[in-house]
């Protein structure tokens, strides 16, 4: 009689499960029954509606110690796995698999189609061809450990299956569901809290000059020891773009401390600029353009002109006032607010591009050469589900490759013997 496969199940998916899902499959030289579970009614949905649209899928930069400088969360630990699935991998993968990638000027790398339905019909096509059973509206509710048997898994119709191992690539754990599989085997989870959203603050004079953006600006929050330079969007509802971006991920947890109510100064100049350095162009200008009205003449180039009648406002120096005419006390009050503009962030708001959660697995539990759980042997762990988290740019997803690779080619050997 044919022994009987061994069976994986694969749980959540997404980017991580799909990958993990695949990885497993390629590996292996038995045949596996591999199922991935998925609670919601779509697979990975995260991939269609990401990058706009277009799926980030990696960036374009293949050192594993330079990608691992991407992630406030998991930085360190990131090295090896990205040593044995590299960003280069990724790319030479989805190559082989028809699914070309070109990197735009910021490093950002696209399906060349621009269409992130090119990759989700790849993962699904690839899955489908490997005899990778997928279902979905297959919530899973808990895992039971069976010594020397395996687990049972109970989906929330109270079904139950039965696998030699699991991958749970459940996605980030802020989600009861996604969290349900990771407490039913006791493993321990930083505690989730979001990460990469942009800054509300309720300014009606902000609101007038939505669409500006400044190509380098330093922000800082003194009270949480916080600072990050970068480019800056001025929204309808406050604050967002890459630096805002870049501060919501290194700050996550000390922003969620504070209820995400704080005071963050700007410095308009992006650092280019010392209070004597300014003072002397002030006085500079004073003297060439003495007749010009200092609220529409910026002296930065990095300033837009609609910005700096701002800042000259808000230093309360009146609109008819010439460059000549200004008084030491309007020169101080100018160097304060373009040097660091005070503005009260009275909350978040949702970073429709991407966002991601902060905490989930501890690393400390996981063997990250294999991403087997370190408490429960035949456990694997694989994606956001992880407390690894990154910046914008593809680096989440290039972790839930990176991860879920190494996870499917682990179980596998590990099912081999
Ligand atoms: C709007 C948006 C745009 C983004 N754009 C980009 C981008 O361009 N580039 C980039 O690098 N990153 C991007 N990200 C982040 C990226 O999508 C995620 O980091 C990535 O999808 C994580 O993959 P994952 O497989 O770990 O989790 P997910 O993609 O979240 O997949 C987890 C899956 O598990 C399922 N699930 C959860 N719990 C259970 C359960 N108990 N039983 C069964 N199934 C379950 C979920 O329904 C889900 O389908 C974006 C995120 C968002 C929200």
Redesign the pocket.
């Known amino acids: 009689m044919p022994s009987q496969a061994s069976r994986v199940v694969v749980?959540?998916?997404?980017?991580?499960?799909?990958f993990g899902a695949i990885a497993c499959a390629e590996s292996s030289r038995d045949q596996l029954e591999i199922t991935i579970?998925?609670?919601?009614s779509?697979?990975?949905?995260?991939?269609r509606?990401?990058?706009?649209g277009?799926?980030?899928?990696?960036h374009d930069q293949d050192d594993p110690r330079i990608f691992s400088q991407f992630y406030p969360r998991g930085s360190s630990a990131l090295i090896g796995p990205l040593h044995r699935w590299r960003q280069s991998d990724t790319v030479a993968w989805f190559s082989a698999h028809g699914v070309d990638l070109t990197a735009e000027s910021d490093g950002?790398m696209f399906p060349v189609t621009n269409r992130s339905s090119t990759v989700v019909d790849c993962l699904q096509q690839t899955a489908s061809n490997l005899g990778i059973t997928v279902t979905t509206g297959?919530?899973?509710?808990g895992i039971g450990i069976h010594s020397g048997e395996g687990f049972k898994i109970t989906?929330?119709d109270k079904g139950e299956l039965s696998a030699d191992a699991v991958l749970i690539?459940?996605?980030?754990v802020r989600?009861n569901?996604?969290r349900?599989?990771v407490d039913s085997i006791q493993h321990a989870l930083e505690p989730p809290v979001p990460s990469l959203f942009t800054f509300r603050i309720d300014d009606p004079e902000l609101v007038d000059l939505a669409g500006i953006s400044v190509a380098s600006a330093t922000m800082r929050v003194p009270e949480r020891g916080l600072t990050v330079n970068g480019p800056v969007l001025i929204t309808h509802w406050g604050l967002s773009g890459p630096a805002v971006l870049r501060m919501s991920a290194w700050g996550a947890r000390e922003l969620e401390a504070c209820g995400y109510c704080f005071e963050l100064q700007v410095d308009w100049s992006g650092g280019s600029e010392s209070e004597a350095s300014l003072r002397s162009k002030f006085s500079h200008q004073r003297q060439s353009h003495g007749a010009r009205r200092v609220n529409n003449s910026s002296i930065l180039s990095v300033v837009p002109r609609r910005l700096w009648g701002r800042l000259v406002r808000m230093a309360g120096i009146p609109e008819d006032i010439l460059w000549s005419g200004l008084s030491k006390a309007q020169i101080t009050a100018l160097c304060r607010f373009v040097l660091g503009e005070t503005m009260q962030v009275d909350g978040k708001s949702m970073n429709?591009?991407?966002?991601?959660t902060c905490g989930g697995v501890a690393l400390q539990d996981v063997d990250l050469t294999t991403m087997e759980s370190r408490r429960v042997p035949g456990i694997y762990f694989?994606?956001?589900?992880l407390d690894i988290?990154?910046l914008?740019?593809?680096?989440?997803?290039?972790?839930?490759w990176t991860t879920?690779r190494i996870a499917g080619a682990s179980i596998a050997a590990g099912l081999q013997g």
């Open positions: 749980v959540g998916g997404g980017a991580a499960g799909f579970l998925e609670g919601s779509e697979v990975l949905q995260k991939v509606i990401s990058g706009g277009r799926c980030n899928v990696t950002r297959m919530g899973v509710r989906t929330r690539a459940t996605g980030g989600n569901l996604a349900a599989p429709k591009e991407e966002f991601v694989a994606g956001e589900v988290d990154g914008t740019g593809g680096f989440n997803f290039q972790s839930a879920g």
